[in-house]
């Protein structure tokens, strides 16, 4: 994989003290944006938010030490984007999440203001991805920095017959302690165990006692991430979705994992917007579809 140069990257799109590119793990790409609500980090390779800090607060994003940074692998943390399909394929040859996350995107433009710093990627089809997916398409990814941290994936359909796509957001939160966490907003939200396939209700506030994978079918697009250990909350809004997936490997899955620590678990939560298979997204040529996600911290 050709990576582009860092210094051609600084001379074009950067910005002093705004907006910075630099060589990251392994080569990757990595661009820095910044403004007077803090900052974040994107890898150039998956389109992937690696780190969010707002001004006064610690990082709020979660990524493994033992999480690879290599072409063709998935970085474990942060956010990554998840599509055209979330989860795994029915053919078990293909990546798991979909190729959006183990590609290089195209950088389009960064723009800053007095209060904004952007970033706008692209990803189309290509020799590479018909090899996984055989339809026309193009991505665009917005980042933006204002006093939250602002995510839109945009799918057009340049095919000339319509495709289904499931996708999701994937963020990893960091947090101090998980058994001390609680999730709220989901009270009276109808939810499928995707470890029993049992479905329920949720009542009151979600405790993360075990392992965790739950698709959840809130009745607002809003939730909150309280962490008393951090005395932060991260409120999460998100359009173009209708499902969560609230999801922590716990004890034995973090084992099996060779890119997580063993003791990982303890220290994220993901609380993902996505749409699965019940309201995958179907769209004629032409046509596109927005999902988007917003990130706010606040001490508590």
Same mark, same amino acid.
């Given at each position: ?20 590119f ?5 080569g ?19 389109g ?68 904004v ?35 839109a ?7 000339? &017959? ?35 396939? &049992?479905?329920?209700?949720?009542s ?28 932060r ?14 999801w ?29 298979a ?5 769209l ?17």
């Amino acid at each position: 994989m050709n990576f582009p140069d860092i210094a051609l990257l600084n001379q074009r799109f950067g910005a002093p003290g705004r907006i910075a590119f630099r060589t990251g793990e392994a080569g990757l790409p990595i661009v820095a944006l910044v403004n007077a609500y803090g900052s974040c980090e994107v890898s150039l390779y998956g389109g992937h938010v690696l780190d969010y800090r707002p001004t006064g607060h610690g990082p709020v994003l979660f990524t493994s030490q033992k999480s690879a940074y290599e072409p063709g692998k998935p970085i474990r943390g942060g956010i990554p984007v998840c599509w055209p399909w979330f989860g795994p394929n029915p053919d078990k040859a293909l990546p798991l999440h979909g190729f959006a996350r183990i590609l290089q995107w195209d950088l389009q433009a960064t723009e800053y203001s007095a209060d904004v710093t952007e970033l706008r990627l692209t990803l189309r089809d290509c020799d590479q991805t018909r090899r996984f997916w055989p339809h026309a398409f193009e991505l665009t990814l917005r980042i933006w920095l204002d006093q939250r941290l602002n995510i839109a994936l945009t799918t057009v359909n340049r095919d000339t &017959q319509a495709f289904t796509l499931t996708q999701a957001f994937h963020p990893y939160f960091r947090v101090r302690q998980i058994m001390d966490v609680t999730v709220r907003g989901l009270d009276q939200a109808p939810y499928t165990d995707r470890l029993t396939g &049992q479905a329920a209700i949720q009542s009151g506030v979600l405790n993360i006692r075990s392992e965790t994978d739950r698709l959840y079918t809130p009745a607002a697009a809003e939730c909150v991430l309280h962490d008393p250990g951090l005395g932060r909350a991260i409120a999460l809004a998100y359009t173009g979705a209708g499902r969560l997936v609230v999801w922590n490997p716990w004890i034995d899955k973090a084992r099996a994992m060779p890119d997580f620590g063993d003791d990982e678990y303890t220290r994220m939560l993901c609380l993902e917007p996505a749409n699965t298979a019940d309201d995958a997204v179907t769209l004629a040529p032409g046509t596109q579809h927005t999902l988007s996600l917003a990130v706010q911290a606040t001490l508590t």
